[in-house]
């Protein structure tokens, strides 16, 4: 029997990006949003629900018989900390708490680079004044280094009011990992486009492919507990670690690199040089972007 896989958030631009990618032959996918979506196309193994995280029967019954779930819903960047905290931070509560009754065995959350975004690579200098006019640039705190890189597991430096509630599912997802025996991956995923994003993205992109190996890894490895990983490809320019996914059968293919030459800065870019959330450092803190 096919497995079946409650993705949240999947009218999203990721959850769009890995429908066609994660649907086979041995998995059903079970899509749950308030948005509309497009109806399975014939023979496509998806299942459509809409329905909200706050609407505790409609969750209820949407984890109900599935084997794992991968939460994707969230508002995707900065907004006032009053939207964050309710949809970020109490939307997952409510999906962990619905699929622990229903013993959903395995959550897959999805987190953000930004979770840790004010971490600074120890290889570049912190601006001056002097070099970006009158007001000093953010500062970062320097990033731990391993034998791969920014190991994994780092503790949250968040660069804005949306990291910090990506922070704060990460700790949700570590409770229930360790108060209800759940395996809970907290994906902390880098710039999921079909193309790296400006020059940052060199560093911290994840192709939609990749994306979608790493999910098949976190749903069929042998693992229990709670785990941090990083969602990011295998590029050149990386920082961060991909040993602790390669631990789990992550394998990414796609290199950044591909699209360098095409690769132009974005707003804010230049002035967060350096630091792991780029340009999110810059933005005021609660102005949605």
């Known amino acids: 029997m096919p497995a079946r896989l409650l993705v949240t958030g999947s009218a999203g631009r990721v959850g769009r990006l890995l429908r066609p990618r994660l649907a086979g032959p041995e998995r059903i996918l079970r899509l749950l ?5 497009p109806p399975a196309a014939p023979g496509e193994p998806v299942e ?7 609407d505790p029967a409609a969750l209820a019954a949407a984890c109900s018989g599935v084997d794992a779930v991968l939460h994707l819903a969230a508002i995707p960047g900065e907004e006032t900390f009053a939207e964050l905290l309710r949809l970020n ?6 999906l962990l708490e619905a699929a622990r009754a229903a013993g959903v065995p395995r959550v897959l959350l999805a ?3 930004h979770a840790v975004g004010w971490y600074r690579r120890a290889d570049v200098a912190h601006p001056t004044p002097a070099q970006h006019g009158s007001s000093p640039e953010p500062s970062g705190v320097p ?23 990506k922070a704060a599912v990460e700790s949700l997802g570590s409770l229930y990992a360790d108060r209800f025996g759940m395996t809970v991956f907290a994906l902390r995923l880098g710039a999921c486009f079909a193309e790296p994003p400006g020059v940052s993205g060199l560093e911290n992109w994840i192709s939609p492919d ?9 749903l069929r490895a042998d693992a229990t507990g709670f785990r941090l990983l990083w969602g990011i490809s295998r590029n050149s320019r990386r920082w961060c670690s991909l040993a602790e996914g390669r631990e789990i059968g992550y394998e990414p293919e796609d290199d ?3 699209y360098a030459d095409r690769a132009r800065p974005l707003d804010g870019e230049a002035e967060t040089a350096g630091l792991l959330g780029a340009q999110f450092c810059g933005y005021p803190l609660g102005e949605r972007r």
């Not at 459509?48 to 706050?54: E, Q, S, Y």
């Not at 931070?89 to 409510?94: D, E, K």
């Not at 990749?210 to 976190?218: G, K, N, P, S, T």
């Open 210 to 218: 990749d994306c979608a190996r790493l999910v098949d890894a976190c």
């Open 111 to 113: 987190s953000s680079i």
């Open 256 to 258: 950044a690199e591909w």
């Open 89 to 94: 931070v109490a939307g997952t509560q409510s």
């Open 48 to 54: 459509i629900v809409r329905a909200d995280l706050f």
């Open 33 to 37: 949003d308030v948005a509309d979506q």
């Open 143 to 165: 990033a731990p280094t391993g034998a791969d890189g920014v190991p994994a597991a780092v503790p949250p430096r968040p660069d804005t009011y949306y990291g910090w509630s």
